[in-house]
């Protein structure tokens, strides 16, 4: 009796969490539209806002972040490439190491 018990309770409390969860996803959709974020595609959204709120800025750095391990490289310089398209980002060659390109947030 104690374990189902337990079960239900431990279902009432996951649902609650994901109640939450939806809140939190609707919120962050709601400000997304308000930047004008909306038609970015998740990648990107995550792109411009790890550009925008980071001093290190290379896609180097965007790979290294846990964040972003879930993509590949590809995916990554295609999102960067396709926001530098749409003029979100820009880049700049680094003058200490010229393989590597500073990418900054366009306001």
């Known amino acids: 009796m104690r374990a189902i018990q337990l079960f239900f309770v431990t279902i009432i409390i996951m649902k609650s969490a994901i109640q939450k969860l939806f809140q ?3 919120a962050l959709d709601d400000c997304e539209r308000e930047l004008g974020l909306n038609h970015l595609s998740e990648i990107e959204k995550a792109i411009v806002s790890f550009v925008s709120s980071n001093s290190c800025n290379t896609i180097t750095a965007i790979k290294k972040h846990p964040y972003f391990a ?25 003058e200490t190491d010229k393989r590597e390109m500073h990418l900054k947030f366009n306001a």
Request: avoid cysteine; aromatic fraction near 4%.
């Open 24 to 26: 939190l996803r609707k």
């Open 70 to 94: 879930k993509y590949s490289l590809s995916t990554i310089k295609r999102a960067v490439l396709s926001l530098q398209d749409q003029g979100a980002i820009s880049s700049q060659q680094s």
